[in-house]
């Protein structure tokens, strides 16, 4: 919805709404004269409440003539006063890097306005635009060869393109070494390096992404095992037991969880009421205002309910397994790219995913718990799919030796086992149990209707006192028989 526009016609009648203030989102239950009926007419129940003065200042018009004219200007200036200098390999960087910016320019103004409108809708719009050139970047280095693949990125940072050597993280896993006097807790030490803070915080924004705890507790845990199941392929993935389920589930991602979750209560609670700057009278509001822009306008908590269908079960199992995926391709792609883990790009991959996943998580949420408006799946969910399966891809083509190595026989034995246990609940809950509880619905309602037939058989036979006692001739008492003559 763009800025300033109105989804009803008026304000709630039990919810009084201040002079120049016009409620934005109604809940589709309660009717109110001259608001439209039907599917979008109102809010979710899930949905919080926005007040809104339909201010549009010169911050939020589409500034789509300006961007031309500074484009066209720009081309211009490089075009008839700039000498185009002679070296090929210079010129084929500044040309790509001139066609992706024109391409975002097209985007940030012409592109459609996903679900997010804060701090503005270019900037959503501007990551849209940035997950179509990573599709379209990883879709060429695709198409190289494994020796050919590795090399182009020396163009990018010519320190790239050399094998790098991978930490080991297991080792000495003794949480107190009595043989080390001077610090017996270095193995402590040595884990604390810069990869805890940043474990912290990415669970702190995963958990705004989700915004349920059992799914991140899932998604957190499960990432644990798979570390213990590969770590066969990926020496980093070699931990201690300790840092496993002590340092990252328990410390990093469970207080990165809390955090997360504190934030969601507070984010719910909120009261979303937005005014016009300039109709904001003091500079300590204006000021407040300022630093609300950057809040969202409205928040949507999300119910995921997985057993209550099977459409939400395999779409929650399809959210859980596309993070998973997109966390191990993290590790993989440096593995197989030859990237550093400190390198800039691994950096950039981790900021790109952290903007698109709010809006792709809001995306999926909308397409399925609120079907009539979304249709289909919304375009920055779609591109976050893409991207996850051709990076899988792109590990599977440059190094397949290391994801062909077999499973240890345990791992794979504790894998079958919960492939199986899940299997076998899905077919209970959606299938089985379905089955069974319509046929003792079923059977009760047979000997419900057995019921009914055989008491009003039994009230059949026997005649009201009332109405023989009228039908009788009078003064024949039931029971008697004809009177005697004479």
Known sequence: ???????????????????????????????????????????????????????????????????LFILTCTLGYVTLLEETPQDTAYNT?????????VFLCFGVTQAKDGPFSRPHPAYWRFWLCVSVVYELFLIFILFQTVQDGRQFLKYVDPKLGVPLPERHYGGNCLIYDPDNETDPFHNVWDKLDGFVPAHFLGWYLKTLMIRDWWMCMIISVMFEFLEYSLEHQLPNFSECWWDHWIMDVLVCNGLGIYCGMKTLEWLSLK????????????????????????????????????????????????????????????????FVLWMPPEHYLVLL???????????????????????????????????????????LLIVVKYDPHTLTLSLPFYISQCWTLGS???????????????????????????????????????????????LDEDLLEPGVAEGEGPPTPN
Request: hydrophobic share 40%; with cysteine.
């Open 271 to 334: 009261t979303y009421k937005w005014q016009g700057l300039w109709n904001i009278p003091t500079y300590k509001g204006k000021m407040k205002r300022i630093a609300f822009q950057f809040t969202p306008y409205s928040w949507v908590r999300f119910e995921w309910k997985p057993a209550s269908s099977l459409r939400r079960w395999l779409a929650v199992c399809g959210i859980i397994l596309v993070f998973l995926l997109a966390e191990l391709n993290t590790f993989y792609l440096k």
């Open 1 to 67: 919805m763009r800025r300033g526009e109105r989804r009803d016609a008026g304000p709630r009648p039990e919810s009084p709404v201040p002079a120049g203030k016009a409620s934005l989102e109604e809940p589709p239950d309660v009717p109110s004269a001259g608001r439209a009926t039907g599917p979008g007419a109102g809010r979710r129940s899930t949905e919080s409440e926005v007040y809104d003065d339909g201010t549009n200042t010169f911050f939020w018009r589409a500034h789509t003539l300006t961007v």
């Open 420 to 466: 199986v246990l899940v299997l076998t609940w899905t077919v209970w809950r959606f299938f089985l149990r379905d089955i069974t509880l319509r046929y003792k619905e079923t059977r009760r309602q047979k000997q419900q209707s057995k019921d009914d037939q055989g008491s009003a058989v039994g009230n059949g036979d026997q005649h009201p006192l009332g």
């Open 349 to 391: 991959r981790l900021v790109f995913f952290v903007n698109v996943g709010g809006v792709a998580m809001r995306e999926i949420y909308d397409f399925m718990d609120d079907p009539k408006p979304h249709k289909k799946l919304g375009p920055q969910a779609w591109l976050v799919a893409a991207i996850t399966a051709t990076e």
């Open 93 to 101: 960087k500044r040309g790509i890097v001139a066609s992706i910016l």
